[in-house]
């Protein structure tokens, strides 16, 4: 099944792809990850990264590149993806967890410390996860930023987490 079939890259994929970064990078601490996969004239993810990490160049349909040596993996450019395709992992947040942090566009907001069912890119269950962090400043432009810990062998696969169903009593 072809990447336009399906709308998002397989994690073999991603590994296999340029753009992801090496484990060696990986082991050294927060680094983005881009999963973008359209050819379309975008690039705030460029301009957002103060470290001039992100490069998309000319024309500005080329998908960005990561310089994984310059991202610091401070987040910036999550909320500024209007693709949603920007993620930051943290292999190094704990001996047996890792930190997935992702944009999070639902209400209500999840709240730290909530233990929430982690999704992989389809959209399917594949572990709990416990909210370390909610960022949503100004800057942000209403796109916060949701940050879990899962198991560290599950953050090359988190991308998101289920929506939080309110319970609507006004129904009853």
């Known amino acids: 099944m072809s990447l336009r079939e399906k ?13 992801y970064p090496y484990e060696e990078r ?18 705030p993810c460029e301009v957002a ?24 993996g401070c987040g910036e450019c999550i909320s500024r993806c209007p693709g949603l395709a920007i993620f930051v992992i943290d292999k190094t947040y704990s001996n047996k967890d890792g930190l997935v942090s992702f944009p999070y566009e639902y209400f209500p907001l999840p709240e730290k410390g909530s233990i929430v069912e982690a999704v992989d890119r389809k959209g399917e269950t594949i572990c709990n996860g416990e909210v370390v962090r909610v960022l949503n400043p100004k800057k942000y432009d209403r796109t916060p930023v949701v940050s879990i810990k ?15 169903q309110i319970n609507d009593k006004s129904n009853n």
């Open 7 to 19: 709308g998002y890259l397989t994690v073999c994929e991603l590994l296999n792809s340029n753009c």
């Open 26 to 43: 990986l082991d050294k601490g927060p680094v983005a990850i881009i999963e973008c996969n359209e050819q379309i004239p975008c690039n």
């Open 49 to 72: 990264c103060r470290f001039n990490a992100i490069k998309v160049g000319k024309p500005i349909t080329n998908p960005p590149i990561l310089d994984e040596n310059l991202c610091t």
């Open 150 to 164: 899962v198991p560290k062998e599950k953050i090359n696969e988190v991308r998101g987490i289920k929506r939080i």
